[in-house]
């Protein structure tokens, strides 16, 4: 590949992977919800899970993939699931100071399961990587150093994006000071993370 074909594929990432989808909007809900630093691990599944599909994308095992549809179904599921209840847990969770939130233990290692879930079954991902990347990339033509710069690009800009947006809605979590800011806070991030799992169940 040459250097205007990881340009490329760089900006089709950016593109891609900034555009809101389930998996954005329960970045968004979660760190609403929770704060940026409790979230890194739902974030670090995530980027995992888009790894695996580079990989299943750069090994043509497409039709592998399609051959598990059952598999990629059940993980569907099971993460639009996680989500509504997340959500549901969000909207009737006591109020806490942005500042003060008690730390769950495992609450990383759960987050990076969902995130990873998540990513696995989400549609939007999987499209990009079964079908648009093969699109402008020839993958019978890639080198594993190719590959390997490829995965670069990928945790680069994903990380960036799903970080820029977990940060700004921290930030914004912080401007909530009152017991009724925080309520209504509250349930506006259990409310996405509940339309995030349906959004995820519908596709």
Not at 75 to 89: D, K, N, S, V
Not at 117 to 126: D, F, G, V, Y
Not at 138 to 148: G, N, S
Request: with cysteine; proline share 3%.
């Amino acid at each position: 590949m040459s250097a205007a074909d990881f340009l490329l594929m760089a900006g089709a990432c950016l593109y891609f992977m900034a555009t809101p989808g389930p998996g954005i909007f329960a970045v968004v809900a979660r760190s609403l919800a929770m704060g940026w630093r409790r979230n890194l691990g739902f974030l670090g599944g995530m980027v995992v899970g888009d790894l695996v599909l580079l990989a299943l994308a750069l090994g043509g095992l497409a039709a592998v993939a399609h051959a598990f549809e059952g598999l990629f179904t059940v993980l569907r599921f099971a993460a639009a699931g996680y989500l509504i209840w997340l959500g549901i847990r969000t909207w009737r969770a006591p109020v806490v100071a942005a500042g003060d939130l008690p730390p769950a233990e495992g609450a990383q290692l759960r987050g990076f399961a969902s995130g990873l879930a998540l990513t696995l079954s989400n549609p939007k991902t999987i499209l990009f990587y079964m079908a648009f990347l093969p699109a402008f990339v020839d993958l019978t033509r890639v080198t594993a150093t190719d590959a390997v710069l490829m995965a670069g690009i990928v945790v680069g800009v994903l990380s960036a994006v799903l970080l820029a947006y977990s940060l700004a809605a921290s930030r914004a979590r912080h401007l909530f000071r009152s017991e009724r800011a925080m309520k209504t806070l509250n349930q506006g991030a259990g409310t996405l993370m509940i339309g995030a799992g349906v959004a995820v169940a519908a596709r």
